[in-house]
């Protein structure tokens, strides 16, 4: 079935350095892939976005990368800050013909001072 | 632009009342808005597809006569968890897209409201 998972559920940065999320999804069909962070009670929040006609998107301290040969996204956060501490969530348009939005399970990242 | 907010934030009801949540979408006419459902530590699980002016879609396993849905304006959609039991509690969250909007267009989520069922 359609499933978008990730590699590591918690990530713990130093504050300064770069961290990287990744994300696995199954759909070789899905055209659109997006990077949503979740802070705690809130909804999720939009980061960046890539389509499958692209390998690489920046953006502010933001980095998206995509592997359509291995199905595999990750996101790059250069200069993590403390600020940066959240949930990110990987999602994926599965292409269906409809707006329908697939999440991945998400990883936690700590960034430490 | 494009605010989407909820209310309420969040809610507290006895087990077998119903409850009622709203999604609008502040700045901008959405004619597709989402109903997400999300358990701690979880993931967002999506519910149904609300479409203005039709029958909401829901997704395989959602009961569509427990989770009333209804979108009668472009700016607005309600939820209302019927017979509400505790295992309903949980964090629900809607996103919209705007009219004319396409499969790759941004959805903007509301803020979440919390149920819990006593």
């Known amino acids: 079935g359609e499933s978008v998972g990730l590699h590591l559920p918690t990530l713990s940065v130093q504050e300064g350095d770069n961290s990287i999320i990744n994300c696995a999804y199954s759909?070789?069909?899905?055209?659109?892939f997006i990077w949503y962070k979740q802070e705690s009670g809130k909804g999720p929040q939009f980061i960046i976005d890539i389509r499958s006609n692209m390998d690489k998107r920046q953006g502010q301290r933001v980095t998206v990368l995509l592997n359509k040969t291995v199905k595999h996204l990750s996101l790059q956060i250069a200069a993590t800050q403390p600020g940066d501490s959240a949930v990110y969530f990987c999602?994926?348009?599965?292409?269906?013909?409809?707006?329908?939005?697939?999440f991945g399970a998400g990883t936690r990242l700590f960034v430490k001072a | 632009g494009a605010v989407v907010s909820q209310h309420p934030s969040w809610v507290i009801c006895k087990s077998g009342t119903s409850v009622k949540i709203e999604c609008r979408s502040l700045?901008?006419?959405?004619?597709?808005m989402f109903w997400y459902r999300q358990f701690p530590k979880q993931s967002l699980m999506l519910m149904a597809t609300s479409n203005e002016g039709s029958k909401a879609t829901y997704e395989q396993g959602v009961e569509k006569d427990k989770f009333l849905i209804n979108h009668a304006s472009l700016t607005l959609s309600t939820l209302t968890v019927t017979s509400a039991h505790p295992e309903d509690s949980s964090f629900y969250i809607c996103?919209?897209?705007?009219?004319?909007?396409?499969?790759?267009?941004?959805?903007?989520f509301g803020p979440g409201t919390r149920l819990t069922v006593l």
């Open positions: 996103s919209a897209i705007g009219v004319g909007g396409s499969s790759t267009d941004t959805q903007y």
């Open positions: 700045d901008f006419q959405a004619t597709t």
């Open positions: 999602a994926e348009n599965p292409n269906t013909g409809g707006f329908k939005t697939i």
């Open positions: 759909n070789s069909a899905s055209d659109y």
